[in-house]
T-cell receptor, first 115, second 113 residues
Framework: KAGVTQTPRYLIKTRGQQVTLSCSPI?????VSWYQQTPGQGLQFLFE???????NKGNFPGRFSGRQFSNSRSEMNVSTLELGDSALYLC??????????????FGPGTRLTVL | GDSVTQMEGPVTLSEEAFLTINCTYT??????LFWYVQYPGEGLQLLLK?????DKGSNKGFEATYRKETTSFHLEKGSVQVSDSAVYFC????????????FGTGTQLKVEL
């Protein structure tokens, strides 16, 4: 089975712009979560989508948003970019039910640099 | 809320040395516990997991035991290799947090010849 894929792998934007990142989960997985990784804050949960609905949300401003399509692929959008948004954005998928024992499988990430 | 505390890195070991990376947690419910590994320039890979007390997760020579009484999930390996050099993250998933992953700060391991 193919793993989680994320596109693009690298992105450079300037302050004030917006960006869209894409994630394709493992085939058959219906849940997609997004995490932000920075040297200062570590790994932080952004949000989770399941069956096209946001199921859980972390503590990030409204500039961060996402959606999920009927094929389970997900996109994440960041509007009005700030320097502090520079990070590795990781997507993870799992089969679906809100089960604490489920393993989340991560993609390689999108490295976003904001200048 | 949920939290994970890992020992500070970096940890530098000689090849074939014994490895321990400490991890303790705080959770409101009954969490599942995970160790993930991140190699340079890559995403996270699941190393092992345990879903209930006294469970031992193991993979590639690494082991960790879910200790509810001490709220710990320490990672061990009997003999490390240069190829084990990476950053290791302890994490938990708890129904109280909507089953999102809560991560520790990560511990960088460097193994030298």
């Amino acid at each position: 089975k193919a793993g989680v894929t994320q596109t693009p792998r690298y992105l450079i934007k300037t302050r004030g712009q917006q960006v869209t990142l894409s994630c394709s989960p493992i085939s058959g997985h219906r849940s997609v979560s997004w995490y932000q990784q920075t040297p200062g804050q570590g790994l932080q949960f952004l949000f989770e989508y399941f069956s096209e609905t946001q199921r859980n949300k972390g503590n990030f401003p409204g500039r961060f948003s996402g959606r999920q399509f009927s094929n389970s692929r997900s996109e994440m959008n960041v509007s009005t970019l700030e320097l502090g948004d520079s990070a590795l954005y990781l997507c993870a998928s799992r089969p679906g039910g809100a089960i604490r024992t489920d393993t989340q499988y991560f993609g390689p990430g999108t490295r976003l640099t904001v200048l | 809320g949920d939290s994970v505390t890992q020992m500070e890195g970096p940890v530098t070991l000689s090849e074939e040395a014994f490895l321990t990376i400490n991890c303790t947690y705080t959770a409101t419910g009954y969490p599942s516990l995970f160790w993930y590994v991140q190699y340079p320039g890559e995403g996270l890979q699941l190393l092992l997991k345990a879903t209930k007390a006294d469970d031992k997760g193991s993979n590639k020579g690494f082991e960790a035991t879910y200790r509810k009484e001490t709220t710990s999930f320490h990672l061990e390996k009997g003999s490390v290799q240069v190829s084990d050099s990476a950053v290791y993250f302890c994490a938990l998933s708890d129904i109280g947090g909507g089953n999102k992953l809560t991560f520790g700060t990560g511990t960088q391991l460097k193994v030298e010849l």
